[in-house]
T-cell receptor, first 113, second 111 residues
């Protein structure tokens, strides 16, 4: 199994551009999460989903959007990139209610200039 | 004050030393993860604990639910153990059982 796959691994964006960070898992996990990691700080939750068609905001959702049309995919959309969105982004998944084992993707390093 | 506090923030050790990283949390949890992150790399879960103690190779993790405290121990440390170690707690289902992370402990083991 591939686990949680994130693409791209690296990206440089100009201010105001848009992009989608892709996240796919092949473990039939219901719960999926997007976190961002800034230097010297703990990871923060951006958005999460408890199943296809259901999404909810985390701690730092401003400037981002998500969708969950299938169990496998949970893309993160940046509409108008800003320097404050320079970060490393991690997608994660877990089976579902009562199951707390997480699997993380390898991360996407995004720089906005 | 962060909900999850780790200490120390940075730790330098000589190969072979016994290492302890501590994690204290202030919220109710369903479980706790110890995670490892190598430079430029992804995040790997080392342990998931809800009580007691777990051991895997040279790594040992303990948790005291009453005291809201967990420790990660590395015996006979090796330079390949150099990484950031992150404590993360799992909340209740009403919050999607999201992870709340500590800021991490940067461990460097010198040969």
């Amino acid at each position: 199994n591939a686990g949680v796959t994130q693409t791209p691994k690296f990206r440089i964006l100009k201010i105001g551009q848009s992009m989608t960070l892709q996240c796919t898992q092949d473990m039939n996990h219901n719960y999926m999460y997007w976190y961002r990691q800034d230097p010297g700080m703990g990871l923060k939750l951006i958005y999460y989903s408890v199943g296809a068609g259901i999404t909810d905001k985390g701690e730092v959702p401003n400037g981002y959007n998500v969708s969950r049309s299938t169990t496998e995919d949970f893309p993160l959309r940046l509409e108008l990139a800003a320097p404050s969105q320079t970060s490393v982004y991690f997608c994660a998944s877990r089976t579902g209610q009562g199951a707390y084992g997480y699997t993380f993707g390898s991360g996407t390093r995004l720089t906005v200039v | 004050k962060n909900e999850v506090e780790q200490s120390p923030q940075n730790l330098t050790a000589q190969e072979g030393e016994f290492i302890t990283i501590n994690c204290s949390y202030s919220v109710g949890i369903s479980a706790l993860h110890w995670l490892q992150q190598h430079p430029g790399g992804g995040i790997v879960s080392l342990f998931m604990l809800s009580s007691g103690k777990k051991k895997h190779g040279r790594l040992i993790a303990t948790i005291n639910i009453q005291e809201k405290h967990s420790s990660l121990h590395i015996t006979a440390s090796h330079p390949r153990d150099s990484a950031v170690y992150i404590c993360a707690v799992i909340g209740g289902e009403t919050s999607g059982s999201r992870l709340t992370f500590g800021e991490g402990t940067q461990l460097t083991v010198n040969p």
